[in-house]
């Protein structure tokens, strides 16, 4: 289409222009590949050059893909490489096939985002007429809100082929692949099975074949990393600065990274603000394992307590713009929370808090890079990668890590990777030191989570990793599938048992702050008074895994008692503070005005809020009574209901009364992967017939990919430990590869 001074074509217009030009252009299409595939299998040539039935069946389907490919984007169609291959055998004549692409009628296609997804659509015999998305089984302020959007591009499209909502991935491409099933069955070329008739998945099948590829090309390195994340980064300044020659692969088109929090025990940083020694590192290590259920493995969170604020100031220095802060909320200028900033959390201490004291302390030693990024801690991610680059380290964006290359003796020496951006082409990298592995975690993949965290699925916990919200590939899938999990299992790896699902509760607008917590059957159900993770736990134990937070109108001179743990407010601030400090907000401090809103009920009776929460009957009265329970026993000093600090027992005797519903939280990550130890080794399969276990040569893990470190559940006792242990062991696998240790 052209446009110059003389024809201007409307941008809508121009679309309808184009949508009636692929129409006629796909018919044509359509037919020149019935006349292709059918010559194409036809031809005895492939029998004769094959020798087998099986390997010529294999050729075709390649072939047909590979042109079906090409053809697909010529046409601008949108047909899936699938619906057209199908036309062959097709007893349309080619008359017909001109003057029709579809059957008329209405067709509805089903596919599994977070939940089932539903596309219905009507077709003419050369149109989609009418589209209509249900995605009321996703989470609601994500993949439910995305619904008109995707309608809408569904139809002005005219076929499945359009982009992704950012944040909504899982649920766009459920609703892609719903609507390609409808395009498929009006064109005769597929039926769709409902839903529920659907074999089950249990995940057994997780693991899958190895792939068999070969590389087009060869390239050699010392070093190979895959994965551009917080800890691969950090393993490719490691390695480079040792003089490694040194390549970093990533599937995505830049790095990823996420928030800012980091767990540090003592060190110059500590030091300066006037926290070294605050905690023995003995103490916080048994309180990790003890979180852990003693699955996970001691050395490796010790040697991270000892030594990783001596990598914590390797990682800082790489960039010299940084702002240190002595408190939490320390007032800076706007260029300095724009270039980064680094604060020490929850410092001061609040008044009325000792962790020595607590039954599930938080110990006061972690901090938070903070800016006015999108991806916060973003700057100083950035200027460690800029720092592997400037040591030699060669990037490989838009790369995926396909398959673990060994030697006679067992050692890797290298990986084929697959150039999605040049047309899917496979190199091999040889790696003369080793291949280390930095792929993250396994979130984003359904089989693998069904088989390790299957809880997590049956619950249908939201999950951040699935959606797409921790970084998305070229391709527009999320990066969290368990790359690295798979290629080292398929070469023999052991991959850890128990995985850790990160589902530590934030709360609602008050946080994780222990109110009282009733279920919807009207009954208290636990010490509020505990962690996040554990919050998590017993919310899925309730009916519904629904429970609500209660709290009356004096909750703001109760705040001041709470514990400064990772989710509640601990703090309250003046309200005549000046609110123009672009490091004002933290989690843990509020005014009493900010939280006006932060309610979802609020009554001047108890009795008129329970009602609005949707109790009745026995639910009601079960509520009533569990609340007069509640009140005597915190005017008695003494919860011997649930063992909850007298402290944090407040009376709901001061209107009006609020109420929060609570569901259960999101899955930030699923912390499970290849065994490891403390130098960032892999192992094989236990044998047996023997007791020894096999160190893998040449192949390291670090990052989320790195099992061993966490075990059933995620440890929260201090905050930000999960981005510390990717820079420390990040680190140490780029140094002991190089080292061959």
Known sequence: CIRDSQYTIERRSYKRFLSRLQKSFVSLLVRYILYYLRTETKNPAHTKKEGTQKRRNKMEKISRKGFLKVAAAAAMSGVTAGALAACNGSSASSGSVADAIYTPGTYTGTATGIGEVKVTMTFSATAITDVVVDTSNETESIGGVAAPTLQEALMEAQNAEIDNISGATVTTNAVKKAAASCI??????????????????????????????????????????????????????????????????????????????????????????????????????????????????????????????????????????????????????????????????????????????????????????????????????????????????KTFYGCFGTKLLKDGDGRVTGVIIRDAQNGNKYIQLNAAKGVILATGDNSGDEKIMKHFAPEVVEKQIMNMGAMGMLGVDVEGNSVETGDGLRMGAWIGAKVQDHHAPITHHMGSGMGITPFLQLNKRGERFMNECIPGQQLENQIELQPECTSFQLYDAKWGEQIPYMPANHGGLCYIIPEDEDESNPNYTDRQYTKISAKAEAYQFKADTLEELLTQCGYEGEALDTALASIRRYNELAKAGSDDDFGKPASRMFALENPPYYACQWGTTAMLVCAGGLESDENCHTFTEEDPASPKRDIIKGLYVCGNVQGSRYAVEYPICMRGVSHSLCVYYGYIAGKNCVAGV
Request: glycine fraction near 6%; charge should be negative.
């Open 184 to 393: 498929e069955q009006a064109m005769g070329v597929k039926t769709e099975t409902p839903a529920a008739e659907q074999t089950a998945d249990s995940g057994e099948d997780w693991l899958g074949e190895e792939p068999d590829v070969q590389a087009s090309e060869t390239q050699d390195f010392d070093v190979v990393v895959i994965g551009a994340g917080l800890s691969g980064i950090c393993a490719a300044r490691a390695a480079a600065e040792e003089g490694a020659k040194v390549a970093i692969v990533e599937k995505s088109a830049s790095f990823n990274c996420r928030s800012g929090e980091y767990a540090l025990l003592n060190g110059s940083l500590n030091k300066r603000w006037g926290r070294e020694n605050i905690v023995d590192e003995d103490v916080v290590v048994d309180r990790l394992m003890r979180e852990c259920t003693f699955r996970n493995k001691r050395p490796i969170l010790k040697k991270w307590a000892s030594h990783a604020h001596e990598v914590m100031d390797w990682f800082i220095e790489a960039y010299p713009e940084l702002t240190i802060c002595d408190t939490t909320r320390q007032v800076v200028t706007q260029e300095q929370f724009d270039k980064g900033i680094l604060v020490p959390l929850a410092w001061p201490q609040p008044e009325h808090y000792d962790y020595r004291n607590e039954e599930f302390p938080t110990f006061p030693s972690s901090m938070e890079f903070r800016s006015s990024r999108k991806d916060q801690q973003g700057f100083v991610v950035e200027a460690n990668l800029n720092k592997a680059i400037e040591a030699g380290a």
